[in-house]
């Protein structure tokens, strides 16, 4: 048996800032195979994958996560080197100690503690690991996902490791997220001096309406699980930075986290029809970021609500928000996700720590939930 302490340790010191793993990956195979996994290594470009299964029977569970971690930014900055777990006062400092090795650590004993109890368990049980979840995500789980779709191997239930508790462990699950799409906006104008503004068309003028219009709309009204579509500018910039010329251009950067009330096709395509209605000239590029996804009850939903209660005596929330995560690539294939992970107050940050009890809280409750659905 490991212990999820020790383990959590070792995992922070390797440093596997991404798209590296720095080893990482064979840690955990090493511990996994003699329970019965079978180690897959799928590797695309820069970013090692890999998918650890026992079993072959439906219905399949997934552990899904990242060992990458982003960068410690100064290590002076840190009261302990960010690379060296550090157990101080109750917590275990160290990058990705919260974001997410303590969460692979506990995966990782509650499997080998329920397979321990229940030998011959139904159905199967996989690990989908990545090392890119911090980066550009083109070569990891998404990657990883359509392998498995063209061979038609299906995860009925999957627990992503983010840390998605507030205050205690387990006060809060992900059970979807709001998706996300940007728009990059060039307002063509024409250039001249402010004194001759009937010789220029000035970019800002002209769009300012529909700059207050788009502000202004009311998207959707959200629903059950999500809050309603919002749309934010985030950057904005026009002029030569002389006082005396319009300029004869203006960018526009935009992003909307969007509900499961509207499509992204139909955002763009509001956006065209009301850029059109003020009579602009354009250019526009949209980059989409993740369609939003939504395990509203069932199975999974089920066994985790009820894991944590048993755990820990809190009744968990449901929660929507939050920027994207893996799960995005992992719920369009008809799979239950819901996101399950330590507390989120250090994740990215300088100090980044975990509560040393809350890895075994964690621990217990995914064995909880592994000995719900599959015992
Ligand atoms: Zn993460």
């Known amino acids: 048996m490991t212990d999820v302490l020790t383990l959590t340790k070792a995992l922070i010191n390797k440093k596997s800032v991404t798209p590296e793993d720095a080893g990482c990956m064979d840690l955990?195979?090493?511990?996994?195979?003699?329970?019965?996994?079978?180690?897959?290594?799928?590797?695309?470009?820069?970013?090692?994958?890999?998918?650890?299964?026992?079993?072959?029977?439906?219905?399949?569970?997934?552990?899904?996560?990242?060992?990458?971690?982003?960068?410690?930014?100064?290590?002076?900055?840190?009261?302990?080197?960010?690379?060296?777990?550090?157990?101080?006062?109750?917590?275990?400092?160290?990058?990705?100690?919260a974001d997410m090795k303590g969460s692979i650590a506990a995966m990782v004993v509650a499997t080998q503690r329920f397979i321990q109890a229940n030998p011959d368990h139904k159905g199967s049980i996989a690990y989908l690991i990545t090392s890119d979840e911090e980066g550009p995500f083109i070569n990891g789980t998404t990657k990883v996902i359509d392998t498995l779709e063209e061979r038609n191997e299906k995860i009925d239930w999957c627990i992503v490791g983010e840390p998605s508790s507030t205050a205690k462990v387990g006060d809060v699950v992900k059970n979807g997220r709001r998706g996300s799409?940007?728009?990059?906006?060039?307002?063509?104008?024409?250039?001249?001096?402010v004194a001759y503004p009937h010789l220029a068309r000035n970019p800002i003028h002209q769009v300012a309406p529909a700059l207050a219009e788009l502000a202004n709309t009311h998207w959707d009204s959200g629903n059950e699980f999500f809050p309603p579509t919002s749309f934010q500018i985030s950057n904005i910039n026009g002029g030569t930075g002389a006082?005396?010329?319009?300029?004869?251009?203006?960018?526009?950067?935009?992003?909307?986290?969007?509900?499961?009330?509207?499509?992204?096709?139909?955002?763009?395509?509001?956006?065209?029809?009301?850029?059109?209605?003020?009579?602009?000239?354009?250019?526009?590029?949209?980059?989409?970021?993740?369609?939003?996804?939504?395990?509203?009850?069932?199975?999974?939903?089920?066994?985790?609500?009820?894991?944590?209660?048993?755990?820990?005596?809190?009744?968990?929330?449901?929660?929507?928000?939050?920027?994207?995560?893996?799960?995005?690539?992992?719920?369009?294939?008809?799979?239950?996700?819901?996101?399950?992970?330590?507390?989120?107050?250090?994740?990215?940050?300088?100090?980044?720590?975990?509560?040393?009890?809350?890895?075994?809280?964690?621990?217990?409750?995914?064995?909880n939930i592994l000995q719900r659905l599959l015992a």
């Not at 799409?181 to 001096?193: E, F, N, P, Y």
């Not at 239950?336 to 994740?347: C, D, F, K, M, Y």
Request: overall charge negative; glycine content about 10%.
């Open 28 to 97: 955990l195979a090493d511990l996994l195979t003699p329970l019965g996994f079978v180690v897959e290594h799928l590797d695309f470009g820069d970013t090692k994958n890999v998918w650890i299964r026992k079993g072959s029977q439906a219905p399949l569970f997934c552990f899904a996560g990242h060992t990458d971690v982003v960068p410690s930014g100064p290590a002076e900055k840190w009261q302990t080197p960010p690379f060296e777990a550090t157990e101080k006062d109750g917590m275990l400092f160290g990058r990705g100690a």
């Open 181 to 193: 799409l940007t728009g990059d906006l060039i307002i063509k104008g024409i250039q001249g001096h």
């Open 243 to 367: 006082g005396n010329v319009i300029p004869g251009e203006l960018h526009i950067c935009f992003n909307f986290r969007f509900s499961t009330e509207v499509t992204d096709q139909e955002l763009i395509k509001r956006v065209t029809e009301l850029l059109d209605k003020h009579q602009l000239e354009y250019d526009i590029k949209w980059t989409f970021n993740g369609q939003p996804f939504l395990t509203a009850a069932g199975d999974l939903v089920a066994a985790t609500v009820d894991a944590i209660k048993d755990c820990t005596g809190i009744d968990t929330e449901l929660s929507t928000a939050g920027g994207t995560s893996d799960g995005r690539f992992i719920a369009p294939t008809g799979a239950q996700v819901v996101e399950l992970g330590p507390v989120n107050a250090t994740i990215h940050k300088i100090d980044e720590c975990v509560n040393i009890n809350d890895l075994s809280t964690l621990t217990s409750v995914y064995q």
